[in-house]
Every structure is written in C-alpha cells, then in structure tokens.
C-alpha cells in the first residue's frame, strides 16, 4: 500500500495495481485514524482477497468500521456481501441505488447495514474525524458523491479525474496529462452545467490532493487546481449530441 498521507493519528493508503486481464485499471482508497478505517469503492469480486489481504496488514480485524461506495458501477460495488458478510463495517451508498444493489447479490442478513446518502450528502464520522460525503451528480452517475478528507485534504472524485492507459501514479505535467483523461471525461460524463456546479463547490475546500478512482492521482494544490480550472470548462456528454443519430443500415 502506497502512502499519501501519515502523522500519528491519521493515514492515506492507495493501491494501484491488482486490476488484471481485461478489467479496467482501479485505484482501491483507504482512510485509517487512531485505528479506524474506512475503504473507498473496495471493488470487485477478484479485487475482494487481494485488498483485503492488504488491508489485514494495516488494520485489525475489527477496525474497519466504515465502507464508502461512491456510486454503483461493478468495479466499485460488486464485492459489497464480501466486505458486509466477513467485517462489522457499515457501508454508504447514493439512496438513488439501494433498491440495486440486492442484483450484486447483498445478503438480507447484512443489507441493513448499508446507509443511504440523501441527494444533498452527509457526514461520516471515523475516529472522531468528520469526513464530508459531498454530491457530486451526474459525475458520471446521476446518484454520485465524493469524499473530503479535512485531515489529509484529499479530495476522493471517484470516476471525475480518471485516466486510462497511464503508467505513473501520479501526474507531474497536467498539459501531457490531458489526452489520457480527455476520451473517458468526454464520452463518460454528463454535461458541462453537472462540471460546473461541481467545480463550484468543491472550491470551498482546501485541497492539497486529488485522488481519482481510475489512473494517475493530483498530488499538489496547484494540479488539483489546474483539473478543477479544465473540468469547469469542458465540453462533454450531452454537450455533443447530435441533432439525431442516423438510422443503422
């Protein structure tokens, strides 16, 4: 586990590499303070062992407390009975997706256990750190939210942020950085208004760190300001639709 953040208290882990075969690349995010931890879109079923291995190492057995899904695509969700069936941890979910995520198949006994996030976001408490699950809709799911970590100020984007094909962890050159995020962005997310009002409340934060779910993290304030600045400004989604799609032949 690679470490973003540490002081006595309080840690930022990522892992970057157990994707395989023709999965697409994830990131798996862990927060741990005074022995409390919380993972972030823990991922899918192959992921499952290998993170929780991992996170073994880092923690107790009882010390995952929380389990953040930060919208409801099966590289985030599909292992969720895992985590919910072998831990005590309670889960958070967008209330838009809770009556969807019994198909991942969520055992009756534990999908009490999962929280719903109403549309306007909540705060999650770990050890006593209050972590804001902020909206951010239509980024690229219409029930989606982030995570600000006010210790580390590590802003969580989920799918907002991601780049494919990247071999570096974490972007040193935003302008060389742009063609790996600019397809996915473009294609994947909804509109610029959805970009806006996002960039407009994330401005309120301090933020020392952005860590996307797919692909190379923005390890500084001045690049989690640059992607800020692009995203507020791109053209995307329903931006490019035509007037009408052609008829197959």
């Given at each position: 586990?690679?470490?973003l953040f540490?002081?006595?208290?309080h840690?930022n882990?990522?892992?970057?590499?157990l994707s395989?075969?023709?999965?697409i690349?994830?990131?798996q995010?862990?927060?741990i303070?005074?022995g409390?931890?919380i993972?972030l879109?823990?991922?899918?079923?192959?992921?499952?062992?290998k993170?929780?291995?991992k996170?073994?190492?880092?923690?107790?057995s009882?010390?995952?407390?929380?389990?953040f899904?930060?919208?409801q695509d099966?590289d985030i969700i599909?292992?969720?009975?895992?985590?919910?069936m072998?831990?005590?941890?309670?889960?958070?979910?967008?209330?838009?997706?809770?009556?969807f995520?019994?198909h991942f198949?969520v055992d009756e006994m534990v999908?009490?256990?999962?929280?719903?996030?109403?549309?306007?976001?909540?705060?999650?408490h770990?050890g006593?750190?209050p972590?804001k699950?902020?909206?951010?809709?239509?980024l690229?799911s219409?029930?989606?939210f982030?995570?600000?970590?006010?210790v580390?100020k590590?802003l969580?984007?989920?799918?907002l942020?991601?780049?494919?094909?990247?071999e570096?962890?974490?972007?040193?050159?935003?302008?060389?950085?742009v063609?790996a995020?600019?397809?996915?962005h473009?294609?994947y997310?909804?509109?610029?208004?959805?970009?806006?009002?996002?960039a407009k409340?994330v401005?309120?934060?301090?933020i020392?760190?952005?860590?996307?779910q797919h692909g190379?993290?923005f390890?500084t304030p001045?690049l989690?300001r640059?992607?800020i600045?692009?995203?507020?400004n791109?053209?995307?989604g329903?931006d490019?639709l035509?007037d009408c799609y052609?008829?197959?032949?």
């Amino acid at each position: 586990m690679i470490k973003l953040f540490e002081n006595p208290e309080h840690k930022n882990l990522f892992v970057n590499d157990l994707s395989s075969g023709q999965m697409i690349q994830a990131n798996q995010h862990v927060i741990i303070h005074n022995g409390e931890g919380i993972v972030l879109d823990p991922g899918g079923h192959k992921i499952y062992t290998k993170l929780f291995a991992k996170l073994s190492s880092q923690l107790k057995s009882n010390g995952l407390k929380h389990i953040f899904f930060s919208h409801q695509d099966p590289d985030i969700i599909a292992a969720a009975n895992g985590w919910l069936m072998v831990t005590d941890a309670r889960a958070y979910l967008s209330a838009l997706w809770m009556r969807f995520i019994p198909h991942f198949g969520v055992d009756e006994m534990v999908v009490g256990r999962i929280t719903p996030i109403p549309d306007a976001g909540m705060v999650v408490h770990l050890g006593g750190v209050p972590l804001k699950l902020i909206p951010a809709h239509f980024l690229h799911s219409p029930g989606n939210f982030q995570l600000y970590d006010p210790v580390s100020k590590i802003l969580y984007t989920g799918d907002l942020g991601a780049s494919l094909g990247t071999e570096y962890a974490y972007v040193e050159d935003f302008d060389a950085h742009v063609p790996a995020m600019e397809g996915f962005h473009r294609r994947y997310i909804a509109n610029n208004r959805a970009l806006r009002t996002w960039a407009k409340t994330v401005k309120n934060l301090e933020i020392d760190m952005i860590a996307p779910q797919h692909g190379a993290l923005f390890p500084t304030p001045e690049l989690s300001r640059r992607f800020i600045e692009w995203a507020e400004n791109l053209q995307c989604g329903t931006d490019l639709l035509a007037d009408c799609y052609p008829i197959p032949a």
